[in-house]
């Protein structure tokens, strides 16, 4: 986005559960036509470059004054992983890991019920749509207290998905929750 440490408009009337964000693109061609291969053309080795990308635009800073302790994929629902084969977001965040260091918790998240796509829904449903939908799976008998959580996406547009797991995550006892998109839609009158 034009600004690297500003907050949105949004962020400042509706403060959202994670701490910060960084996106590597705005959901705009390109881009957008890129990570469409990736979910729906089954372009699977564009989730390398997008995130190689993502690590790129994200400040060294982050990764040396208080790196994740975990990078956690935004879990899809068994019936979309059926459809499509792979998570995106699993995918980009397997790069991140190569190129942080920090591992990859593939499973420690889960939706707890099918939801209707977001993309479908009026903003005003969106939070309803969510509520409650995820839940934590010990990966490895860990649990988050006190851990810096980065949660890694492939696009946020309302950011009501990644809201609600931060919630989540949260209640739990993360101490911190960071979003690592590969792009991010960019709200009206934002400056691009």
């Not at 829904?121 to 649990?143: D, I, T």
Request: hydrophobic share 45%; glycine share 6%; with cysteine.
């Amino acid at each position: 986005m034009s600004a690297p440490a500003a907050v949105c408009g949004q962020c400042l009337r509706h403060p959202p559960a994670f701490d910060l964000s960084f996106a590597g693109f705005c959901y705009r061609p390109p881009a957008d036509q890129l990570i469409l291969a990736l979910k729906f053309g089954h372009r699977t080795a564009l989730a390398s470059w997008l995130g190689q990308q993502l690590f790129d635009a994200i400040p060294d800073r982050y990764w040396q004054d208080d790196a994740p302790d975990c990078l956690i994929p935004v879990p899809l629902s068994r019936q979309r992983l059926q459809e499509r084969g792979f998570n995106q977001a699993l995918e980009i965040a397997r790069m991140l890991s190569r190129l942080s260091g920090v591992p990859v918790w593939p499973d420690a998240t889960e939706r707890l019920r099918d939801t209707q796509p977001q993309a479908s829904l009026p903003l005003s449903e969106r939070k309803r749509n969510l509520h409650q939908a995820f839940g934590w799976r010990a990966e490895q008998g860990v649990l988050p207290a006190g851990r810096h959580i980065a949660l890694v996406d492939d696009v946020m547009t309302s950011g009501m998905t990644l809201h609600e797991i931060a919630t989540m995550l949260k209640l739990i006892g993360a101490r911190r929750v960071s979003v690592l998109l590969a792009a991010r839609t960019p709200s009206p009158g934002d400056a691009l």
